[in-house]
């Protein structure tokens, strides 16, 4: 993979951890509206996750990059991204767009990183769908946990 630059995520911790991955898998926007999105395609996704916090673990990780890569690629790679649960109502907010496929990342990552003694934080989701179109998810800062 090559070497990415991404859109910084400002935050007060110490340390910031930046896991980059790929994941190829199909979609489909259930829209007439979404025009040839509309129909089942694939892409090639890159996926950034930036995790962030002052306390390391009794290895000296803020969080074990393979833990990262199972939780994200595990699931979604070689995929029909409808498959799954939480893209497959019949509202915006659960269509595999972008924006929600990055905002339901960031909720499993978080989720795991909830489970974790020295309390990282996932901060910024970045997902690009296209070599010209990605999304930046960031939850709100009441959303993060302290």
């Given at each position: 993979?090559?070497?990415?630059?991404?859109?910084?995520?400002?935050?007060?911790?110490?340390?910031?951890?930046?896991?980059?991955?790929?994941?190829?898998a199909a979609h489909f926007i259930p829209r007439e509206e979404a025009g040839a999105c509309s129909r089942?395609?694939?892409?090639?996704?890159?996926?950034?996750?930036?995790?962030?916090?002052?306390?390391?673990?009794s290895c000296g990780f803020l969080v074990n990059f393979s833990t990262l890569k199972k939780i994200v690629h595990g699931k979604y790679d070689h995929t029909l991204l409808n498959d799954h649960l939480e893209f497959s109502g019949e509202d915006a907010y659960s269509f595999p767009t972008t924006e929600v496929v990055a905002k339901s990342i960031y909720d499993a990552v978080e989720t795991y990183l909830n489970t974790l003694s020295n309390r990282p934080v996932c901060v910024q989701v970045f997902v690009r769908e296209t070599p010209t179109s990605y999304c930046v998810y960031r939850p709100k800062k009441e959303q993060a946990h302290e």
């Open positions: 993979m090559l070497s990415q630059t991404y859109p910084q995520a400002f935050h007060p911790y110490s340390f910031e951890l930046n896991k980059d991955m790929q994941i190829s089942v395609h694939g892409h090639t996704y890159t996926v950034n996750l930036t995790i962030a916090g002052d306390t390391l673990d």
